[in-house]
């Protein structure tokens, strides 16, 4: 499976900004997909995670409300909805696969995108 990250970009505070992830491969829509930020000079963390049928979905504490992950399995694509953007939301995000049950740890994703950076100015 190979992904690609796209969507990012510059945008003010209190913006919005759709980030998509796209998949090559016949299994896409076995797998759990996720999202993950890295901020400058931190380490890479979870965002989002939404199963393979789109039945569930699980946020990190600082984004629920905020963002919204879905999936289109026809398209064999991934959204991160982001809205009421935030300074501190500058990151490079990064989409994943993997097959643990909406799970929040890097190491449990096979396949990484290779990022999209997105900056928010105050």
């Known amino acids: 499976v190979q992904l690609q990250a796209s969507g990012g970009g510059l945008v003010q505070a209190g913006g919005s900004l759709r980030l998509s992830c796209a998949a090559s491969g016949r299994t896409f829509s076995t797998l759990y997909m996720g999202w993950f930020s890295q901020a400058p000079g931190k380490e890479r963390e979870f965002v989002a995670v939404?199963?393979?049928?789109?039945?569930?979905?699980r946020y990190a504490d600082s984004v629920q409300g905020r963002f919204t992950i879905s999936r289109d399995n026809s398209k064999n694509a991934m959204y991160l909805q982001i809205n009421s953007l935030k300074p501190e939301d500058t990151a490079v995000y990064f989409c994943?696969?993997?097959?643990?049950?909406?799970?929040?740890?890097?190491?449990?994703?096979?396949?990484w995108g290779q990022g999209t950076l997105v900056t928010v100015s105050s």
């Open positions: 939404i199963s393979p049928r789109a039945w569930s979905t």
């Open positions: 994943a696969a993997g097959r643990k049950y909406l799970s929040s740890t890097i190491g449990d994703y096979d396949y």
